[in-house]
């Protein structure tokens, strides 16, 4: 066993296939480990949100086969409220964790973070593997949640106190189903945690020459603040679900306050704080979606530069603008419990750094646009997701304008209006980051280029699609339409259960838009086009490498950094865009040093 | 790749690898010599350096967490007791405060050893034992330190204060036993000579953080329990 | 394929903003003295939005469009004003209109939480628990009774945990299942949860807000318009939490009390 500061390829690359597939410490692989984790988590998840939303359009409808899923939740194929709760809470839970988290972030960032800074691998690629595995581990925990008796937990990916605290008394799920939860996302935290230890070590020390803090592309930085972000909000998370575990087997009372009554049985518990642990979740689960989001903020921006052949109006802005977002995530996450019964006074306070952090959004936003203005796009795959990415991401941005002002969130809190908000800005803004990353990565990663034709069709569809689901949220939401329910009972909801339907047709649709996608990886990954090392003429270091790069990323010789990454629409002899391994002098706009 | 201690009369003790890999510890020089562009210049620290404290940030920020549960628990309950603390946390504590010496004495051994000031001298191992042994004993003083909670009839669900107790306690113990691990570490590499000076500092960080962390924990549960 | 894009932006921007404009699904007519702060926020906060909404998507479509061709050779264009000129546009119109949306918001959110009931605000306590609410009304002798959680049974329907037998004050307390107000008179209604997290939503009483296990809270309202509304739980509570829900009646004075004497003839 070796010094863990070094890297593992200063030897030789493995042999065996558990050491190259399985148990690898080398950097691409593990980031491909996490993308294939992360697919698998997108396909349960949507498959659960399909079975989700055809309940909720027709709540007594026999969904075929069901039952094989659970008994219990679905006799005769037809799903009981708790296992509706019970699926939401899953589908929340694995799409904002082993899907938003991971795939933006662990898959792509494992992978090219190393390579775009010139190093060989990560300085700890024991704890890289572990991360992953770890990560895994934690997947296999939630999941086998829904193999126990009583199924997994119905509190929502929120799992507020003391519904989640109390045990099974509360309903079907919550006592082994929550211990599996908290346990699988304590888990989870560990290997987030592993994983952020090792991208900010390689970003701070392990840039190769001439790559200083400012020369790095724009996905490094969103994943290097992305980690830090990890680092302490997963850190908050951890000790929150080992308390709520305690409450669970030690008999502790953390968040179960005294004389509650259930089934008319006094519960043990005493003293305990409820709004405790909305505090505490909330202080992570803020950042979290800012961890979903600003890595795709990153793909978006570099993706975007290869293909408007231009540089961006200003990178610096960009990044400190992502700081500020970062910073400004850890002061709002109050507004999550405006009418929590917390002190009336911290929800103005709350208020106001959430109405202020509008502003280096807004001001990413525009750079984006305004880089738009002279472009020379080149509108393929990646391209038109990337593209596809910010018109979601207005959408989602402004309907959180709203959520921000308490006095709105009398009328819109816990109602369809969120559950639009967050699913434009995570599920399809961060998702298009997604897609676009690997419509745009994909070459270089497994060196074949993958079927743009059927990319366009994916695309079309999927933004199109996407609308038509999400937007209608808002319409509800306005309508005062809660969230959570599995039937709409209430005599005001009636007339709304159409929007349901056509909500429920379109996710069905677009859910079936995405085998095209998984058709285009699978076949593109065997029998694509050879790639090129650098099929988009784009000026970063992983177009320095072949594609796929070799086993210590650069054929034994690190590069050297001359430039930003953002000299396009140079005119040069080789083209209009300049590497930032290519050592010819520019004699335009300043270079970024 | 083995690194090794430098022999005597080595200047840079910072700069164990050669300075064509991967930026680790190295300069990231002028670009070739001829070329006009601007030089890009920086000092990056070992990444073992770095990784400890970020490791450091992510476990303070758990402990901030706990420490913010304990106020919020304390402040809306009625139901808090006073836990007087078993007086064998003060031994405890000195213990771990003699842990951080013997530490600091071995880091000044081998930073000798590798300078060459002293060609022999005492083996700088024996102080990192010394470290590891007296990391264990606080260990056991901290069972005992439970055990006498218990004998009390306080336990981990008795009452919140006594919760606490235990979970910052296990909590600080666990991150310590790590501590223990990676000691044990540096003293086997020490032993087979390709213990590099980062691996030693950053184990002598992280052991250091524990026990200001201790101190920071025994003031906190002498204040609020 | 740029101009497909653009357009289909385009029309997407429009289609969204359509049923916004037409009303087709909105917030109920407003029946509380404090709700139209609240319902001006909200058109404020829209039109803005709107604006906001419709001119940005226009921007990426007509950029879309515009800037989609390859142009070898020709000096590349920066947008007016650059990076410096749309951040400065982003602190001063943001800034000042989240700023002026923020304080106004205070205002009617403050006129709701930060203010005291009236001295002869009507108290009603609501108890939330899997999956009803109770409403206990404090009877002639205007006081409620203490309650004991270890004595609900909600078999004898004691939701409450009441003891009439040895507490004076329980003894004239209304229990309902139904919340009936007088109309025009404030209420101040006494929060309880019995189990787990619940919350209270009247839409049309432009009123929200969470039971606290552990924590009893009251938040005031005036009805200013007779009719039946739901209460409806927004709280995650369980299996039963879609179901789980009340009537609001506001009424006359005169029917109230009339109301009042038949539930207190059926305790």
Request: charged fraction near 10%; charge should be neutral.
């Amino acid at each position: 066993m070796h010094d863990m500061s070094a890297p593992a390829h200063a030897a030789q690359a493995p042999t065996g296939f558990l050491s190259k597939h399985v148990f690898s410490l080398d950097h691409k692989v593990i980031g491909k480990q996490y993308y294939g984790l992360a697919l698998l988590a997108a396909i349960i998840g949507m498959f659960l949100s399909w079975v989700m939303r055809i309940h909720l359009g027709w709540t007594s409808f026999a969904i075929p086969g069901l039952h094989f899923l659970s008994k219990n939740g679905a006799p005769g194929d037809v799903m009981t409220p708790e296992y509706y709760l019970q699926l939401m809470t899953m589908h929340g839970t694995i799409m904002v964790f082993f899907v938003l988290t991971t795939a933006p972030f662990a898959a792509f960032g494992n992978f090219f973070l190393p390579i775009q800074v010139g190093a060989e691998d990560m300085p700890f690629p024991h704890f890289n593997m572990m991360s992953f595995w770890i990560t895994f581990v934690s997947f296999v925990v939630m999941v086998s949640s829904f193999f126990v008796a009583d199924g997994p937990t119905l509190g929502g990916w929120t799992q507020y106190a003391p519904l989640s605290a109390m045990g099974s008394v509360t309903g079907p799920g919550q006592g082994l189903g929550v211990v599996l939860w908290a346990s699988s996302i304590a888990i989870f935290c560990i290997g987030q945690l592993l994983g952020s230890l090792n991208f900010i070590t390689t970003t701070l020390d392990m840039r190769t020459k001439g790559m200083s803090l400012w020369r790095m592309p724009l996905t490094t930085w969103a994943w290097f603040i992305t980690s830090i972000m990890g680092l302490t909000a997963f850190a908050v998370l951890m000790p929150a679900c080992i308390l709520l575990i305690l409450d669970h087997v030690a008999g502790t009372s953390f968040f179960v306050p005294s004389n509650l009554v259930v089934n008319d049985q006094l519960q043990p518990h005493s003293g305990g704080s409820t709004l405790l642990w909305q505090h505490l979740f909330w202080f992570f689960g803020h950042p979290e979606v800012y961890i979903a989001i600003v890595p795709a903020m990153g793909i978006v921006s570099h993706i975007l530069m290869a293909n408007i052949r231009r540089p961006l109006l200003s990178h610096r802005i960009l990044v400190y603008s992502m700081g500020a977002v970062a910073v400004l995530s850890y002061m709002v996450y109050g507004h999550h419990m405006f009418v929590s019964g917390m002190n009336p006074i911290s929800s103005i306070a709350f208020s106001f750094p959430t109405l202020i952090i509008t502003i280096p959004a807004t001001i990413i936003v525009l750079i984006w646009l305004g880089s738009l203005y002279g472009a020379r796009m080149r509108l393929n795959t990646a391209c038109l997701f990337s593209l596809g990415m910010i018109s979601m991401f207005i959408t989602g941005g402004i309907s959180g304008f709203f959520l921000a002002q308490p006095s709105l969130d009398i009328m819109l809190h816990a109602t369809y209006f969120v559950v639009g908000h967050f699913h434009f800005v995570m599920a399809v803004s961060a998702m298009f980051g997604i897609f676009a990353g690997t419509y745009f990565w994909f070459p270089k990663m497994y060196g074949r280029m993958m079927n743009d034709t059927l990319g366009k069709i994916h695309f079309w569809l999927t933004f199109v699609g996407a609308y038509c689901i999400f937007m209608p949220f808002h319409y509800l939401g306005l309508a005062s339409n809660v969230r959570r329910y599995q039937a709409f009972v209430d005599d005001y909801l009636q007339p709304l259960i159409p929007v349901h339907r056509f909500i429920t047709v379109a996710a069905i649709a677009t859910g079936l838009v995405q085998l095209i996608f998984l058709y285009n990886l699978i076949h593109s990954r065997f029998w694509g086009k050879p790639a090129p090392d650098n099929p988009w003429e784009a000026t970063s270091l992983e177009w320095s490498t072949s594609s796929p790069p070799p086993f210590d990323n650069f054929g034994g010789k690190l590069p050297v950094v001359y430039h930003d990454p953002y000299q396009y629409g140079i005119e040069g002899s080789t083209g209009d865009y300049v590497m930032q391994t290519d050592p010819q002098q520019i004699q335009t706009q300043g270079d970024e040093a | 790749m083995a690194t090794t201690i430098h022999p005597p009369g080595a200047k840079e003790i910072r700069d164990l690898r050669p300075s064509n890999t991967s930026g680790n510890g190295g300069r990231r020089d002028r670009v070739p010599a001829g070329s006009e562009l601007r030089a890009v210049q920086e000092y990056a620290p070992p990444p073992a350096s770095t990784g400890v404290w970020v490791f450091v940030a992510g476990v303070s920020m758990t402990f901030a967490a706990l420490t913010s549960a304990l106020v919020v628990r304390k402040g809306g309950a009625l139901d808090w007791r006073h836990v007087t603390l078993p007086s064998i946390l003060y031994l405890n504590t000195l213990v771990l405060l003699a842990s951080s010496v013997t530490l600091e004495i071995s880091r000044c051994h081998v930073a000798a050893f590798m300078g060459g000031v002293k060609a022999t001298t005492g083996n700088p191992a024996r102080w990192l034992y010394a470290t590891l042994s007296l990391g264990m004993l606080f260990l056991a003083g901290q069972y005992i330190a439970w055990r006498q909670l218990s004998a009390q009839g306080l336990y981990l669900a008795t009452n919140p204060s006594s919760s606490f107790f235990y979970v910052f306690t296990a909590a600080h113990a666990l991150h310590l036993l790590g501590g223990l691990f990676a000691m044990g570490r540096v003293i086997r590499k020490l032993n087979e000579h390709v213990l590099s000076r980062a691996t030693l500092d950053a184990t002598a960080h992280y052991w250091h953080f524990m026990d200001v962390l201790w101190i920071y924990l025994l003031v906190l549960l002498w204040m609020k329990l | 394929m740029a101009k497909l894009l653009a357009v289909t932006i385009i029309l997407i921007a429009i289609i969204s903003a359509i049923p916004i404009l037409r009303h087709t699904w909105w917030m109920p007519e407003d029946i509380s003295t404090h709700g139209q702060p609240i319902d001006e926020q909200m058109s404020e906060t829209m039109a803005e939005g709107g604006i906001s909404f419709l001119a940005s998507q226009f921007l990426l479509a007509f950029f879309i469009w515009k800037f989609s061709r390859p142009r070898p050779g020709e000096k590349i264009k920066n947008f007016p004003g650059g990076a410096m000129g749309l951040v400065i546009a982003a602190f001063l119109l943001v800034g000042t209109e989240v700023l002026a949306l923020g304080a106004f918001g205070a205002k009617a959110w403050a006129n709701i939480y930060l203010t005291p009931p009236a001295a002869n605000a009507m108290p009603i306590q609501v108890q939330a628990g899997q999956f009803a609410f109770y409403f206990r009304y404090p009877g002639p002798d205007g006081k409620f009774g203490p309650l004991h959680a270890d004595q609900i049974n909600e078999a004898n329907a004691n939701f409450f945990g009441l003891d009439t037998t040895h507490d004076q004050d329980s003894k004239d307390d209304i229990v309902a299942a139904e919340m009936a107000v007088p109309v025009n008179r404030e209420i101040n209604m006494l929060m309880h949860a019995k189990d787990v997290g619940h919350s209270f939503f009247v839409p049309e009483l432009r009123v929200h807000q969470d039971f606290v296990p552990g924590l009893d809270l009251a938040i005031h309202f005036t009805a200013t318009k007779i009719g039946r509304y739901e209460i409806v739980c927004t709280q995650l509570c369980g299996l039963g939490h879609y179901n789980m829900k009340a009537y609001l009646e506001v009424m006359s004075q005169a029917d109230f009390d009339d109301w009042l004497k038949k539930q207190a003839a059926l305790q």
